[in-house]
């Protein structure tokens, strides 16, 4: 996929209680930034996962590929806001120190809404 920005989901349906986005492919980039918005009064987490698995892209739900979630200490994740049963909240998740090959963005949780993320991968440590 490359540096630059894009719509990375556009009004997703939380009420089914799970929303994962696509793998994104970080060949190249170094750092990451995922901006969330939601609509509606959901309450749940919103987490990053990486893979170094070559079959994350091709194949997200094959039992081989290993998808772990990135937490702050071990990956230099910061800010961080999930759905608390606001209406039309916003969040930021930014990967600063290093990237898995793959990542994508998981929502669990509970109450309706609709999930807009915009990603940008840079490709230029500053």
């Known amino acids: 996929m490359g540096?630059?920005?894009?719509?990375?989901l556009s009004a997703a349906d939380m009420s089914g209680g799970t929303v994962t986005g696509i793998p994104v492919g970080t060949r190249g980039c170094v750092k990451a930034s995922f901006q969330s918005t939601w609509t509606g009064t959901p309450t749940g987490v919103i987490k990053l996962q990486g893979s170094n698995h070559r079959l994350a892209v091709d194949n997200p739900s094959d039992v081989r590929v290993?998808?772990?979630d990135l937490?702050?200490?071990a990956s230099g994740i910061h800010g961080a806001a999930n759905p608390a049963g606001a209406a039309s909240a916003t969040g930021q998740i930014q990967i600063v120190t290093f990237l898995p090959r793959f990542i994508r963005l998981v929502?669990?949780?509970a109450g309706a809404g609709a999930?807009?993320?915009q990603l940008d991968l840079d490709d230029v440590a500053d």
């Open 3 to 8: 540096a630059g920005q894009r719509e990375y």
């Open 115 to 117: 999930l807009t993320v």
């Open 71 to 73: 937490t702050v200490a």
């Open 107 to 109: 929502y669990t949780g």
């Open 66 to 68: 290993a998808w772990t």
